[in-house]
């Protein structure tokens, strides 16, 4: 954890100790200890919990980044029983208003303190227990989501067959160190936006800098989410979000279309919402690249550093198949390969006997072992300039396509990139956008915070991310890299899949 980030949690903490002294002062007075006590930070906590008789390991507890700001109001409402302050108004002005409440309560004529004993013999309402418990849960829920694990749902079908949709996932923070929020003011167990209002979870109005705990950074081959990179900004309408993202309707309009020119024009009902890193929507993708490495795909095959990489055992891949046989019993193609025609799995090209069809290595060797296929060839994309990441017009790009892409350097943190015209496009967002720099090209040279360069070195790793459902998949063939703080965690396990029903066979299956 970088010092200064350190310095900045703890700085926090201290304030949210320090803001209420002007009215522990006076209380401290009231309780029969001297007023400067209050005025030195976590001293006050220990003087505090004293007069409480409450236990004093809790002060230790503060210590604790981030999760000592959940202990400290805690301790603010032990403090305010002992003047006989019981209400749960009370108690959520001592926690959530410390700075105003106290000031008040001190500055108040029939404020008497009452002791630790008095505070001990009163008796809550049951309704308060209730409250009081679920306030509980509602905070340990909180922590276990934010440091330990977090439950998340498939939404699409970009990772199939590895996962399907409604499969829901249990995914780990610990498996690259938990990230602290960068914004910590947010509603609990909402995202990014209120159910019912549709308005905004969170407050700004305190921003951390990015900051992980006990850090390590993705492998290739394993299943991460993380936010998504160009959801930072988004139209906020149906039918938009990161599904059909602003920078892709900003790049059509300006090619021309009206309907995306109509929806950048009425911001009414098109409204363009900005989201810190930790609030963007969340995706789910393999890592196929990291930091360091070279990417190219060759007819959907990837190549790292030259080198020819393995499909993931269920990935799938769009093939034109000629079959030994006059037509396909679906119950058989279902059951035996895993190919469902109600899921458009497969359909007829046209031509008789061939079928185009969405095939894992499994089912296409079980097909050719039983002798179904007569053949079979990818239907890879082919290239039409500009449809892929970076959507530039330059020769050497023309030929990158969704299944044809590359070669692409992935940044890695604290190595240099020598600047070009070709590789401009390429890097500019990170540069920019994900490292908070103003970078621009003018007359053929670079310009970075207002001094020319020739080469830029990184201050993040960065992840290249494809869906294993290759030729279905929004993923880094087109919006880039993954800059490692929008990494959220590791799909850890299947804790439950619906459709229609349980998949009982589904349960508890690690994710690989």
Excluded at 239 to 268: F, H, I, K, T, W
Excluded at 365 to 380: C, D, R, S, Y
């Amino acid at each position: 954890m970088p010092l200064q980030h350190l310095l900045v949690i703890y700085l926090i903490g201290i304030l949210l100790v320090f803001l209420p002294s002007f009215g522990l002062a006076k209380l401290f007075t009231k309780a029969g200890e001297q007023s400067w006590k209050a005025w030195v930070p976590f001293y006050n906590t220990w003087v505090m919990q004293g007069i409480a008789k409450r236990p004093k390991h809790w002060v230790f507890w503060q210590f604790i980044p981030v999760v000592g700001w959940f202990i400290t109001p805690g301790i603010f409402i032990e403090f305010a029983k002992v003047f006989g302050k019981f209400s749960l108004g009370h108690h959520t002005a001592a926690a959530l208003l410390a700075p105003f409440y106290f000031p008040w309560l001190a500055a108040q004529k029939d404020t008497k303190f009452v002791g630790a004993e008095a505070a001990r013999r009163h008796k809550k309402a049951v309704w308060r227990e209730w409250v009081d418990a679920a306030i509980f849960a509602i905070v340990a829920a909180t922590l276990i989501r934010t440091f330990i694990f977090e439950a998340y749902v498939i939404p699409s079908g970009s990772m199939e067959k590895t996962l399907l949709v409604q499969d829901f996932l249990f995914v780990s923070k610990l498996s690259y160190g938990p990230r602290i929020p960068n914004t910590p003011l947010s509603v609990p167990f909402v995202h990014n936006y209120l159910p019912v209002t549709n308005g905004k979870s969170y407050s700004t109005a305190i921003q951390l800098p990015y900051n992980r705990w006990f850090g390590s950074m993705p492998k290739r081959g394993d299943v991460v989410v993380f936010n998504f990179p160009a959801g930072d900004t988004v139209i906020h309408a149906e039918g938009y979000e990161s599904a059909n993202p602003y920078y892709d309707v900003r790049r059509r309009a300006a090619m021309g279309s009206r309907d995306d020119q109509m929806v950048l024009s009425d911001p009414e009902n098109y409204p363009i919402a900005v989201h810190p890193v930790d609030k963007t929507d969340n995706y789910i993708k393999r890592c196929v690249g990291v930091a360091g490495e070279t990417i190219e795909i060759k007819d959907d095959v990837v190549y790292i550093n030259g080198v020819k990489q393995e499909l993931p055992p269920h990935s799938e891949m769009y093939y034109k198949v000629t079959v030994n046989a006059a037509s396909l019993d679906q119950d058989v193609m279902k059951d035996e390969y895993n190919v469902d025609i109600d899921k458009g799995d497969y359909s007829l090209t046209g031509k008789a006997g061939e079928y185009m069809m969405l095939l894992t290595a499994a089912a296409k060797e079980k097909m050719q072992k039983n002798g179904l296929i007569k053949t079979i060839v990818p239907n890879v994309d082919l290239p039409r300039g500009g449809d892929v990441f970076p959507y530039d017009t330059l020769e050497i790009h023309k030929s990158w396509s969704r299944d044809n892409f590359g070669p692409v350097w992935i940044p890695k943190k604290g190595e240099a990139l020598k600047l070009t015209p070709e590789n401009y496009s390429i890097y500019e967002r990170s540069i920019r956008v994900y490292e908070k720099n103003d970078f621009y090209t003018k007359d053929g040279k670079f310009y970075l915070n207002g001094k020319e360069v020739t080469d830029y070195t990184f201050k993040m790793d960065y992840f290249w991310m494809m869906g294993d459902n290759r030729q279905g998949s929004q993923d880094s063939r087109y919006w880039g890299f993954v800059p490692e703080d929008r990494v959220v965690g590791k799909a850890w396990m299947i804790w439950f899949s619906w459709e229609g029903g349980p998949r009982w066979k589904r349960l508890f299956n690690i994710v690989k």
